[in-house]
């Protein structure tokens, strides 16, 4: 079954303690993206993945690290987590990114709900 | 900059009710537009969506027309049903391809 899966899908942390939180899709997509959402703001765009080794910042980078050694994989990393960072995260997929590729869909997996005390 | 603006929900329709949810955007250049659906505990997934302007998207009886005059992008529906409630968000992408904005989503319940 073609899927985004993430790890943990709850998480309960205390401040400063580094955390990460796992992506994997099994479609073989090249273009992958972390967002959070809250309410009244929607999704917000972390970082995307353009391919292996190669991501960039979205709308609301700061305090998130990525990386992307391998295809499949796209880990979001909090170093040093604060409580506003407690968000419903979302890691999604597309088959590709970059100009003219639009029309690809992008594939969400369930969300990790993260609390930082 | 980017960014998009949506009806405030939360919606609630009776069943066999028309349907529609305001979208407006602002964008440099041209951007694609998406609407996207999230039913309760689950991540998004895509609705309908619409690459250029005077371009409509439809899915599964939802309707949406790109109008670059406007720079909207409403969603519709003839006839709600009560499996169509979900939260329903806006979103466009910047013609880089890479960069995805999203509205704060509306909440949509129809009751029988």
């Known amino acids: 079954e073609a899927q985004v899966t993430q790890n943990p899908r709850y998480l309960i942390t205390v401040t400063g303690k580094k955390l990460t939180v796992t992506c994997s899709q099994n479609m073989n997509h090249e273009y992958m993206s972390w967002y959070r959402q809250d309410p009244g703001l929607g999704l917000r765009q972390i970082y995307y993945s353009m391919n292996v080794e190669a991501t960039d910042k979205g709308d609301v980078p700061e305090g998130y690290k990525v990386s992307r050694k391998e295809k499949r994989n796209f880990p979001l990393i909090l170093e040093s987590p604060s409580p506003n960072q407690t968000s419903l995260y979302f890691c999604?997929?597309?088959?590709?990114?970059?100009?003219?590729?639009?029309?690809?869909?992008?594939?969400f997996g369930p969300g990790t709900r993260l609390t930082v005390t | 900059g980017n960014s998009v603006t949506q009806m405030e929900g939360p919606v609630t329709l009776s069943e066999e009710a028309f349907l529609t949810i305001n979208c407006t955007y602002t964008?440099?250049?041209?951007?694609?537009l998406f609407w996207y659906v999230q039913y309760p505990g689950e991540g998004l997934q895509l609705l309908l969506k619409?690459?250029?302007?005077?371009d409509k998207g439809s899915n599964k009886g939802f309707e949406a027309t790109y109008r670059k005059e406007t720079t909207s992008f409403h969603l519709e529906k003839g006839s709600v049903q009560v499996s169509d409630s979900a939260v329903y968000f806006c979103?466009?992408?910047?013609?880089?391809?890479?960069?995805?904005?999203f509205g704060t989503g509306t909440s949509l319940t129809v009751i029988p």
């Open positions: 979103a466009l992408s910047d013609p880089t391809g890479n960069q995805f904005y």
């Open positions: 999604a997929s597309s088959l590709r990114g970059g100009p003219g590729t639009t029309s690809y869909e992008q594939y």
């Open positions: 619409a690459t250029k302007a005077d």
């Open positions: 964008a440099t250049g041209y951007p694609s």
